[in-house]
Nanobody, 115 residues
Framework: VQLQACGGGFVQAGGSLTLSCAAS????????QHWYRQAPGKTRDLVAL???????SYAASVKGRFTISRNNSKHTLYLQMNALKPEDTATYYC??????????WGQGTLVTVSS
């Protein structure tokens, strides 16, 4: 199974973008689904997660501005990003995990927010 992330781009501060991450097939025993981001020269940090049960959690820096969601089949994960700030500039990665802790990563999609 491969993950394909898209939706990144260039946006002015205060703008919005929606990222998508589509799985090429079903992941048996899917557990949590995540969005991470990595800015140049920095570590890859967790932005948002959704458990298999649909419970969501967010990094403090994006809470109230970003919303993680998925479609009914759980094959596509979304990240709605509002009120974007220059510090949100990063490459965003989707990540799925199954019950055996196998990790599936998308290829990353770049988000650039200008001030």
């Amino acid at each position: 199974v491969q993950l394909q992330a898209c939706g990144g781009g260039f946006v002015q501060a205060g703008g919005s973008l929606t990222l998508s991450c589509a799985a090429s097939g079903s992941i048996v025993g899917l557990r949590d689904q995540h969005w991470y981001r990595q800015a140049p020269g920095k570590t890859r940090d967790l932005v948002a997660l959704m458990t298999n049960a649909g419970v969501t959690s967010y990094a403090a820096s994006v809470k109230g501005r970003f919303t993680i969601s998925r479609n009914n089949s759980k094959h596509t994960l979304y990240l709605q990003m509002n009120a974007l700030k220059p510090e949100d500039t990063a490459t965003y990665y989707c990540h799925f995990e199954d019950w055996r802790k196998n990790a599936y990563w998308g290829q990353g999609t770049l988000v650039t927010v200008s001030s």
